[in-house]
């Protein structure tokens, strides 16, 4: 089955700067990659998504490359804000594996001002 | 509109209840789900329903039995639980493979 392994667990940043969150995952039959965050005491939101098909994607201020070779995908979030501290999750789906995601292990991303 | 609402949002239950969480989407998503989280850990598949069946059950004790009334409907209903099974429990609704949560519900079993 798959693995999605997430690297850093934690993650403090100043704000204003950048922050990466890589992920890798096993299996190359995987083709669609979420990446949610999730604040204290709420649920996990979809933040942005990419698609096998695709290398990157950008909204906003926040980005998601993949590299469908090496079997890792990437969040980046520039000019950070305190708003953005929270923890994220990555993720990877089989086609048509009907919401059979392997998570991350999450982030805890602290943005300090 | 993504919107998956879930109900209570705070649950404390004993070991002999039983009780039930509620979801409900009007997003028209085919596929409901229901995941159980614990603290700093990601949330894990329980039960998947596509089109009003259950289409997976990942091996959850029999204490945990979903049901689908209709297509916007999904039901968790909860009875003998144990301590260990507090946790926040996510309902969550798909489309074209994309995946929408609600907010949770936090059951507490004392």
């Known amino acids: 089955g798959e693995n999605v392994e997430q690297h850093p667990s934690t993650l403090s940043v100043q704000e204003g700067d950048s922050a990466v969150i890589k992920c890798t995952y096993s299996?190359?039959?995987?083709?669609?990659f979420p990446w949610y965050k999730q604040e204290l005491g709420k649920g996990p939101q979809l933040i942005i998504d990419?698609?096998?098909?695709?290398g990157e994607k950008k909204d906003q201020r926040i980005a998601v490359t993949l590299n469908k070779t090496a079997k890792h995908f990437s969040l980046h979030i520039t000019e950070t804000q305190p708003e953005d501290s929270a923890v994220y999750f990555c993720?990877?789906?089989?086609?048509?594996?009907?919401?059979?995601?392997?998570f991350g292990a999450g982030t805890q991303v602290v943005v300090t001002p | 509109d993504t919107e998956v609402t879930q109900t209570p949002k705070h649950l404390v239950m004993g070991m002999t209840n039983k009780k039930s969480l509620k979801c409900e989407q009007h997003?028209?998503?085919?596929?409901m789900y229901w995941y159980k989280q614990k603290a700093k850990k990601p949330p894990e598949l329980m039960f998947v329903?596509?089109?009003?069946?259950?289409?997976i059950n990942e091996s959850v004790p029999s204490r945990f039995s979903p049901e689908c009334p209709n297509s916007s409907l999904l039901n968790l209903h909860l009875h003998a639980l144990q301590p260990e099974d507090s946790a926040l429990y996510l309902c969550?609704?798909?489309?074209?493979?994309?995946?929408?949560f609600g907010e949770g519900s936090w059951l507490t079993v004392v």
């Open positions: 993720a990877a789906r089989e086609t048509d594996s009907w919401g059979k995601f392997q």
């Open positions: 997003m028209g998503h085919r596929a």
């Open positions: 329903y596509s089109y009003e069946k259950l289409s």
């Open positions: 299996d190359s039959a995987s083709n669609y």
């Open positions: 969550a609704s798909s489309h074209q493979g994309t995946i929408y």
């Open positions: 990419i698609r096998s098909n695709v």
